[in-house]
């Protein structure tokens, strides 16, 4: 067990529907990472937040939006979902100071969506 | 982006007998490295990390080597164990970069 976990484990939705995926951290851990992770594109990271704030960008859609929590639990948010949405997806956390990301990151169990 | 590969896609072994899964980079400004091992229906989960100033680096029956010179990377399971089954995922960073960059994973099967 990782310490950090996510909600909901299985969501199955229907195109063009908004669902919201929830991470929790490990305790002390101040960043947050989302990944995504498709049977053809590996582990792909989206966004990572730092202490509430944005802390850097990856190849996240401008449908999907995330935000850190001042309990620095994040969700990931998912809108006008298509069927190539669907996918793992994972949060991790990491103390990260703010020098930089090289930091271990502790990954969730995962949320795996279905879009129908 | 980024460009982190590994030569074999997947990897069957023995019971008993030692793996080697190796990765590939391609950024030569990248400076820590991770290997990840990710079991079916579980997020990846961390195994052993290196930084650049070092060439090997040994854990609980794992070692992790590095060579810069030809941006490899490689990974190795001693004994390897029936529990060793799963993907493992290598990752780069630079000291400066914000994400780490994954390869596609290497899927190892371990034969009683």
């Known amino acids: 067990d990782s310490g950090v976990t996510q909600t909901p484990k299985h969501l199955i939705t229907a195109t063009g529907q908004r669902v919201t995926l929830r991470c929790s951290p490990r305790?002390?851990?101040?960043?947050v990472y989302w990944y995504q992770q498709s049977l053809d594109q590996g582990l792909q990271f989206l966004i990572q937040?730092?202490?509430?704030?944005?802390?850097a960008k990856g190849n996240i859609l401008e449908r999907f939006s995330a935000q850190q929590f001042p309990d620095l639990h994040s969700e990931l948010n998912l809108s006008s979902l298509e069927l190539g949405d669907s996918a793992l997806y994972f949060c991790?956390?990491?103390?990260?100071?703010?020098?930089?990301?090289?930091?271990?990151?502790?990954f969730g169990p995962g949320t795996r969506l279905l879009v129908l | 982006g980024e460009s982190v590969g590994l030569h074999l896609p997947t990897l069957s072994v023995q019971e008993g007998d030692n793996s080697i899964i190796n990765c590939a980079y391609s950024n030569s400004a990248s400076d820590y490295f991770i290997w990840y091992k990710q079991e079916s229906g579980k997020g990846p989960q961390f195994i052993i990390d290196i930084r650049s100033n070092m060439d090997k680096r040994q854990g609980q029956r794992v070692t992790v080597l590095l060579n810069k010179t030809v941006k490899h990377l490689s990974l190795q399971i001693a004994a390897t164990q029936p529990g060793d089954s799963a993907v493992y995922f290598c990752a780069e960073n630079t000291f400066t970069g914000n994400q780490f960059y994954f390869g596609t994973g290497t899927s190892l099967t371990v034969i009683p």
């Open positions: 937040y730092y202490n509430g704030e944005e802390r």
């Open positions: 991790a956390s990491s103390v990260a100071s703010l020098g930089g990301a090289q930091e271990t990151q502790y």
């Open positions: 305790s002390g851990d101040l960043s």
